[in-house]
């Protein structure tokens, strides 16, 4: 098993793959961008004028930029792995690396790594850009729930891009998977959990977002929400190795 497992050469190589796609580094910085910054903006459009506007949560509210910087995780999880399926660069990079196991795992470390470290940063400065437009009704670090909003928010960012990632692997195509995806979290999520109630938790959106929420009030907590979505991805990056192991280059 252990010959299956990434070595720093390949994982080394994965990130130069990535660094050298213009639409995944792209996609990687837009997810910092997009979060923070739609967050900021909104803040300080509303401010305190319409407290609530973004939300009846406060603490939920201080992510409301999470919704859009999701979209570019899903972005960078899919053209991370759409470029391999395209002009022959399956079978160049399996050339280079045989071992498909390795192959995979090598690539979704450096795809969870890089959105990891992008996502705890956005997490971050999310909640202080936000907040620092919100004068008398803003929220503090040290609050109930803050610490573990701004952690969770990376991991939610993290777990959403390897989920992408994992159903790219698996249908061979990034432009499928976003036009599946972005539809889901914009749409049918929010209709699904006006239809079904209790239901919709479950879905992996609405789950994995309960860790930036001050109270649930479902079957969910904030870290089994989380728990969820990483069910979710599991079940993505599971497929698409078996679809990466299986099927001709």
Known sequence: MSTALPTRPVLYSEWIKIRSLRGSFTALITILAATVGIQALAAAAIGQAERGALGDDPLFAAYYGILWGQIAAMAF????????????????????????????????????????????????????AGQAFMGSSALHLGDPGTYRAIVGSGLYLTLITLFAAGLTALLRSGALVLSLLIPFVLMVSFIVGAATGGVAEFLPDRAGQLVMHGATGGHLGPWSGLGVLALWAAAALTGGWLAVRRRAA
């Open 77 to 128: 999880g899919t053209t991370a792995l759409s470029a391999e399926f395209q002009n022959g660069a399956l079978r160049t990079s399996l050339a280079a690396v045989p071992n498909r196991t390795r192959f995979y795992l090598s690539k979704m470390a450096v795809i969870g790594g890089l959105a990891l470290v992008v996502g705890q940063v956005a997490g971050f400065l999310t909640f202080i």
